[in-house]
């Protein structure tokens, strides 16, 4: 259907006897059964969309008028393009309003306007930029001690009970203090206010029936009329902390954008997109963390990986489920034409559970090192600005909890209900028992005292490493280990696939090594380690000092280089220790029954790991290459040129590059892997600062000659993730929009390079001129 169609109304498709979408496309029957107001969806959203990520990550729902999108990559864009998608509907009410309901409404004179959240441009950036100001890591401080206080005190009033309601003893009320406190408001009427909140969420994003819709409207009248006169209190006296008071401060330099109907409806806006987000976040993290008791327990052993552990649940179970945009011109995501006008319900949840994004997205894992990828908080110039109070909120219930009451137990056999709504996403109740007389507290009153503190902002890559134990330590071969790592307490570790790598961490640095080994065995990940004579020192500490026994901590895993299985044909070409991640590709392709070749170089047969085990396995596909044998490798002959094959390579430099030269007329063929990083180390005497344009959130940062371009990013808030900060992990990628990029990573291939399209933040920097970025 050309894009340039008029909406289609939904009819039946006389070819097909479905349903059809508004595009003219026939509505499947999974499609047309979605309801996200049933259990499935309000129990467990991701799994409710697992069938859309897998077969139709587009589709159109008619009972809810809306096209759904769940795959992360579509999710994120939707997002990123708020020209093309934008917010202006994401507080509409999803069901329409009764008339009795409207008149409801008019009585109270409500008049909700636009706010930041679902404001178009260019207003909205004004208005966000203007009111910047108190969401700066400096300003939140301001609220941590007492967040703190609140905490303990809501928790001493339950610490000797044995058995608590934590949304109702607690999660409801702390954050709602606290984004009153954050907007400068009065803490009177806090039950008034909590049945408001209630409401509006039920008035925005849920089915009220046409009886409730009055009662709703109702309470959302009472709640319009408190916020407006509670603003009137304020403008009497502007003065201190608080948003509303610097907004209104903020009015009276700029009339134009901080506008008296702006200040009235962010007032209401405020306070719900403070609350009741962060109380239900906390709500799923308790829940989602007891449910896994072993995570619990980690946790309660370890206070610094409380902020990897939020990253990690907001992931797994976040409070905002999805989000909404509508098309403003006819468009397409993916294969999908969508015409202009449509609503879109951009899943977030379930973008979040995508394994095209997240390696094993269904375990909860709190070393995951790219979990702050998650989308909860949404992406791009409208993303949650209170995503650092809600982290240090979160945090500080985290930490009290496992401190003072690490034997805490969910109340088993609970039903957990939910607001039925599309969006916000959190049990009405939450009930936990424990028994008073373990409390530690009891034992060594001082523990109230050792409150472990975080610092504010996302997580850094250190929070999320794994403690694993090195249970065997093989010679492969000259200079060459093979480290056997299981968990500490014989739990499962991580799933991998081919390609896939770990840090492991070696003082204060990481060094980056590839798995082999059986990826069936989810006890045990294995990487091989060459002693390197020059470098940091990283891999001959590991020869030198560990032994089985060891406890290690490694970090990841990630796969940058990832084996496309659909090809015909592969050529695996290793150099040296670069045989690591190619027997685990050849021992998949022999899985899979395709066809491939080994090319495996050395200095010499003693040398050369896995040798044995490659000529049992893989004997008729294997060409051994050791130099001191006089048998070298001929590129050119070996990538015969027209050939289909996918080339996958790992191994020095010089084999890499000379491996990008002969493939350079069909470069998509070529898959490389690197081990060192030449261009990493910034010498500030000869660099050059220069502006990178941030699109997305429409922003210019500075970058200085002593600085990377993640470091510029990370000092405006923008939450990169990092690794091995040497251009060789890919974890701080970013998307280019345009700009002459000087790539100095080593995980792009040439032709990578030459599309323009990414970039390695953490040593990559701008030729000249200003660089364009979609952050
Ligand atoms: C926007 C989620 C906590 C203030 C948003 C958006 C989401 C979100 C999904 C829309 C993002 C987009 O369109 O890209 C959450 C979650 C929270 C949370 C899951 C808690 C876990 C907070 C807190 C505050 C806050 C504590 C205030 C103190 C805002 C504001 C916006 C926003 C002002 C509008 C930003 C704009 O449009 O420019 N939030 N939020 N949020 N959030 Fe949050």
Redesign the pocket.
């Known amino acids: 259907h050309p894009s340039s169609s008029p909406p289609h109304p939904t009819g039946h498709c006389p070819m097909s006897g479905f349903m059809t979408a508004p595009n003219g496309c026939p509505v499947s029957p999974e499609a047309a059964d979605f309801d996200p107001f049933e259990s499935a969806y309000q129990l467990d959203p991701p799994e409710a969309l697992r069938w859309s990520r897998d077969q139709e990550p587009v589709f159109y729902s008619p009972k809810l008028g809306y096209w759904v999108v769940s795959r992360y990559a579509d999710v994120k864009e939707i ?1 990123r393009d708020n020209q093309v998608f934008s ?1 202006a509907i ?1 507080l509409e009410k999803i069901t329409p309003v009764s008339q009795e309901a409207q008149d409801t409404l008019k009585r109270y004179n409500y008049a909700m306007n636009r ?3 679902n ?1 178009d441009e260019p207003a ?1 950036m004004e208005r ?1 930029r203007a009111l910047m100001e108190s ?1 700066t890591l400096d300003e939140l401080k301001h609220h941590e001690p007492m967040l703190q206080s609140l905490t303990q005190e809501y928790l001493d009033r339950i610490i000797d009970k044995g058995e608590a309601d934590l949304v109702d003893e607690m999660l409801w009320e702390i ?1 709602l203090t606290v ?1 009153l406190h ?1 907007l400068g408001i009065p803490e009177e009427d806090m039950d008034t206010l909590r049945e408001y909140s209630i409401a509006h969420t039920v008035n925005t994003w849920g089915r009220p029936s046409k009886e409730e819709q009055v009662a709703v409207a109702e309470a959302v009248g009472k709640f319009w009329q408190y916020a407006g006169k509670v603003l009137e209190k304020m403008r009497q006296d502007p003065s201190g902390h608080g ?1 509303m008071k610097y907004a209104i401060r903020m009015q009276k330099e700029l009339p134009d954008i901080v506008t008296d109907s702006y200040l009235h409806s962010m007032m209401m806006a ?1 306070i719900v ?2 609350h009741e ?2 109380a239900h ?1 906390s709500a799923n993290m308790f829940r989602l963390l007891l449910e896994n008791r072993e995570v619990w327990d980690d946790i309660c052993g370890n206070p610094a990986l409380i902020p990897n552990a939020v990253e990690e649940c ?1 992931r797994y179970s ?3 489920a999805a ?1 909404r945009r509508i098309a403003t011109a006819d468009t397409r995501i993916g294969d999908t034409e969508i015409p202009k006008g449509s609503k879109l319900l951009i899943i ?1 949840a379930s973008a979040n559970h995508d394994d095209r994004h997240f390696e094993n997205p269904d375990d909860l894992d709190i070393y995951r090192d790219n979990t702050t990828d998650h989308l ?12 650092n ?2 982290r240090m ?2 945090r500080i219930f985290l930490e009290a909890f496992t401190r003072r009451l690490p034997q805490l137990e969910l109340v088993p056999d609970q039903t957990f209900t939910f607001v039925p709504n599309t969006s916000f996403r959190g049990p009405e109740h939450l009930w936990v028992r424990w028994d008073q007389r373990q409390n530690p507290e009891r034992r060594d009153p001082d523990i109230l005292n050792r409150v472990h503190t975080f610092t504010i902002g996302a997580p850094t890559p250190n929070d999320a490493a794994r403690p694993v134990r090195v249970a065997d330590v093989v010679v492969e071969a000259e200079g060459v280990i093979r480290l056997v790592l299981e968990d500490p307490r014989g739990r499962m570790l991580p799933r991998w696939s081919p390609g896939a790598h770990i840090d492991v961490v070696v003082g204060d640095f990481a060094r980056k090594y590839s798995l082999c080994g059986d990826p069936e065995d989810p006890y045990r990940l294995q990487v091989s380690v060459l002693k390197e004579a020059a470098g940091r020192g990283g891999s001959a500490f590991i020869h030198e000092t560990v032994k089985a026994g060891s406890l290690i901590k490694i970090r990841g895993l990630k796969n940058h280089f990832r084996l496309d299985e659909t090809a015909d044909s592969y050529l695996l070409i290793a150099g040296g220790i670069g045989i690591t991640p190619i027997i685990a590709m050849a021992d998949r392709l022999k899985h899979l029954g395709k066809d491939y070749t080994i090319h495996y170089c050395g200095r010499a047969r003693e040398t050369m790991a896995f040798l044995s085990r490659l000529e049992r396995d893989h004997g008729d596909r294997l060409h051994l290459y050791p130099a001191n044998e006089n048998r070298r490798l001929t590129l050119s002959s070996v990538v015969r040129k027209g050939n289909a094959a996918q080339i996958y390579a790992c191994g020095p430099e010089r084999l890499l590059d000379a491996l990008e030269d002969v493939t350079s007329d069909h470069p998509e063929t070529l898959h490389i892997e690197h081990f060192t990083a030449t261009g990493a180390v910034l010498d500030p005497t000869r660099e050059i600062g220069f502006d990178v344009v941030l699109t997305d959130s429409e922003l210019t940062v500075h970058v200085a000659p002593d600085q990377t371009v993640l470091q510029a990013l990370r000092a405006v808030g923008a939450d990169i993730p990092s690794d091995c900060e040497e251009g060789l992990c890919g974890t701080c990628e970013v998307a280019v929009v345009a700009g002459d990029i000087d790539h100095r990573d080593k995980v792009l291939t040439a032709s990578e390079r030459a599309q323009n399209r990414r970039m390695m933040t953490c040593c990559s920097r701008a030729n000249e001129g200003k660089i364009f970025l979609a952050i």
């Open positions: 997002f917010p994401a706010t930041l959240v404001e909205h966000r969401f954050p984004a954050f948003w405020g997109a403070a987000t962060t976040a907001l976040g409070s905002v989000w977030s909860t908080f949404g992406y791009g110039a409208h993303q949650c600005m209170g995503k109070l809600a909120e979160m």
